[in-house]
């Protein structure tokens, strides 16, 4: 069984690859949804303790949209997708066909929108490993929370705990528009220790 704390060279690049190729595939599929072309920058990835999340997330009290969907099948765990309220609002208001700037409250159908964009790129996400592992893997319905980041962390602690004590970070950089700054958003890739092995075994990486 693998040692998380002593991943080889090559599965750690094992992990950044996968992670690399379902981000950008997540990207591409919010930017059909959308409609719009969208600027990503180069993922920052890594393997990280779960203790340690709020310190690469940052700004412990910045409202952000979480998305959580749980993993089973030959591979299990859970993944998250967190972005910033103020690009939430913006995707329910291109997706609502809506004036920039509409304010955004959250209601049923708004929420209904953002959990779909969720279920869509991290959907995405998935298909890419279990594309490039052969492994099934079947996502459950997603689950919806907008709060404080360090809030957001909270709730889902006690399941990643359960998985695995690390998860696997992914920092994107995207943007919505040409002339929009570029804004980060975060996938939390919790697999268990079976599905680490399960993973590298596929690729046939000792």
Same mark, same amino acid.
């Given at each position: 069984?693998?040692? %998380? +704390?002593?991943?080889?060279?090559?599965?750690?690049?094992?992990?950044?690859?996968? &992670?690399?190729?379902? &981000?950008?595939?997540?990207?591409? &599929?919010?930017?059909?949804?959308?409609?719009?072309?969208?600027?990503?920058?180069?993922?920052?990835?890594?393997?990280?303790?779960?203790?340690?999340?709020?310190?690469?997330?940052?700004?412990?009290?910045?409202?952000?949209?979480?998305?959580?969907?749980? $993993?089973?099948?030959?591979?299990?765990?859970?993944?998250? %997708?967190?972005?910033? +309220?103020?690009?939430?609002?913006?995707?329910?208001?291109?997706?609502?066909?809506? #004036?920039?700037?509409?304010?955004?409250?959250?209601?049923?159908? +708004?929420?209904?929108?953002?959990?779909?964009?969720?279920?869509?790129?991290?959907? &995405?996400?998935?298909?890419?490993?279990?594309?490039?592992?052969? $492994?099934?893997?079947?996502?459950?319905?997603?689950?919806?929370?907008? #709060?404080?980041?360090?809030? $957001? $962390?909270?709730?889902?602690?006690?399941?990643?705990?359960?998985?695995?004590?690390?998860?696997?970070?992914?920092?994107?950089?995207?943007?919505? +528009?040409?002339?929009?700054?570029?804004?980060?958003?975060?996938?939390?890739?919790?697999?268990?220790?079976?599905?680490?092995?399960?993973?590298?075994?596929?690729?046939?990486?000792?």
């Amino acid at each position: 069984m693998s040692s %998380f +704390e002593y991943l080889s060279d090559m599965q750690t690049d094992v992990l950044k690859e996968l &992670a690399n190729i379902g &981000a950008g595939n997540a990207t591409t &599929a919010l930017a059909k949804m959308v409609g719009k072309r969208i600027e990503i920058g180069v993922p920052d990835i890594q393997l990280v303790k779960l203790a340690d999340l709020q310190d690469f997330i940052g700004e412990a009290e910045k409202v952000m949209t979480g998305i959580l969907i749980e $993993l089973s099948g030959e591979l299990n765990g859970v993944m998250m %997708f967190l972005i910033d +309220e103020r690009i939430s609002d913006q995707m329910i208001n291109i997706l609502l066909h809506r #004036d920039k700037g509409t304010e955004v409250t959250y209601n049923e159908m +708004e929420k209904s929108v953002i959990m779909e964009v969720g279920n869509i790129i991290i959907s &995405a996400y998935i298909k890419s490993i279990s594309k490039m592992t052969r $492994l099934s893997i079947s996502p459950s319905v997603p689950m919806f929370q907008i #709060d404080m980041a360090s809030a $957001l $962390l909270s709730v889902p602690a006690t399941q990643f705990c359960i998985v695995s004590d690390k998860v696997l970070m992914i920092q994107t950089q995207f943007s919505l +528009e040409k002339t929009s700054d570029m804004v980060k958003g975060y996938y939390i890739f919790a697999p268990d220790v079976e599905s680490f092995d399960k993973i590298f075994h596929s690729l046939g990486i000792k």
